[in-house]
C-alpha cells in the first residue's frame, strides 16, 4: 500500500484525507488498517497541523483491532 511507505507527516494525512472522501463518494472503503499503517498513522500525528490531526483521528476511530495485542 503506498500510503503505508510515505514517510511526510502532512502528505499521509493528505492521502487519507483524500482516500477517506473517496470513500464517502463511492461507498467503498479504500485504506484497510493494518499493524504497519496504523504504526506509521500514530507518528505522523505528532507531524502535522491541527486540521491533518483531525482528520487521522478520525480515520483511525473506525479502526477495530482483531485482537488485545
Known amino acids: 500500500m503506498l500510503v503505508t511507505k510515505e ?5 499521509l494525512a ?6 477517506e472522501e473517496i470513500a464517502v463518494l463511492s461507498g467503498r ?9 496504523l504504526s506509521r498513522v500514530l507518528v505522523a500525528i505528532n ?11 478520525d480515520f483511525l ?4 483491532p482483531k485482537d488485545e495485542k
Open 29 to 37: 472503503q479504500h485504506i484497510k488498517v493494518d499493524s504497519q499503517l
Open 14 to 19: 493528505n492521502a487519507i484525507a483524500s482516500l
Open 61 to 64: 476511530s473506525k479502526y477495530s
Open 47 to 57: 507531524e502535522c497541523m491541527e486540521w491533518a490531526q483531525v482528520f487521522i483521528l
Open 7 to 11: 514517510s511526510n507527516g502532512l502528505v
